[in-house]
């Protein structure tokens, strides 16, 4: 049952162009709609990364929506097409992370569109009353799950293969060859499912060390999988071994001291 108290916080990211104009439509026409939002207007939704709406789950929203011009509207052309994969990317990080993923939306609202605004607004304060408070509030591991997922959403890797993600799908690589939506989504998503479990290792690893069996315990995944992925790790010098003995324990690497 939804905590009637509950007054969720929701952070509201506009494009100038569309969005951000038909929330300034919606108040001029006095279309009502929950105080929770607090919008915040970026040039296009293109612009809005995935470690960005991570960030902000992580810091104590309970919810983010994002707005953007319809598809074919976008006034820098196809940058909304690239919020569609970058959403993509937020929900499959989210899922990972066991948050759900019903705390982010996605909506195309033009500049003429206040009435919609003020609905669409009105019914993603509804999901997130009944979802209740973001469980990174009170939940420490969550917590850790989410800063793991928003250093994956920044890593190399994963940043380039999601940003070629609507090149490779609609224009091809340097050959012309275009490739199958539903392959490189898998592609996308298995390269996500590897970032964020070496990034949670990372993040567990960061104030205390921990054995291959402490980390796949807590990850509820395979040793042998922990081991291949501290390997890797080791590789690009982020995590190192602290103890020594029967049990190697592990650490990551501060850069800086950070």
Not at 160 to 171: D, F
Request: hydrophobic share 40%; charged share 25%.
């Amino acid at each position: 049952m939804a905590d009637e108290t509950f007054n969720p916080k929701i952070v509201g990211l506009m494009c100038n162009w569309c969005s951000y104009a038909g929330a300034d439509l919606c108040g001029v026409s006095r279309y009502q709609y929950p105080p929770n939002l607090r919008v915040a207007r970026v040039m296009c939704s293109t612009r809005i990364a995935p470690e960005l709406v991570i960030r902000l789950l992580a810091e104590g929203a309970d919810g983010v929506m994002i707005g953007g011009c319809h598809l074919g509207d976008c006034h820098y052309i196809s940058g909304n097409y690239y919020t569609e994969k970058r959403f993509d990317l937020m929900k499959k990080l989210l899922n990972t992370a066991g948050i759900e993923t019903d705390r982010i939306r996605l909506e195309w609202i033009s500049a003429s569109e206040g009435e919609k605004f003020s609905k669409v607004v009105t019914e993603f304060t509804n999901v997130i009353k009944a979802l209740g408070p973001s469980p990174a509030k009170t939940d420490p591991l969550m917590k850790k799950n989410l800063l793991a997922a928003e250093m994956a959403a920044k890593n190399f890797r994963l940043h380039a293969l999601n940003s070629k993600e609507y090149v490779l799908q609609t224009k091809g690589n340097a050959y012309g060859e275009k490739m199958d939506a539903s392959e490189l989504k898998e592609i996308v998503e298995k390269a996500a499912d590897e970032e964020f479990e070496r990034a949670l290792i990372l993040t567990l690893t960061t104030d205390k060390s921990q054995s291959v069996k402490d980390l796949a315990n807590v990850m509820k995944i395979p040793t042998d999988r922990v081991l291949e992925h501290i390997v890797e790790l080791r590789k690009n010098n982020l995590i190192a071994m602290d103890g020594h003995g029967m049990t190697p324990t592990y650490k990551a690497i501060i850069i800086g001291g950070e």
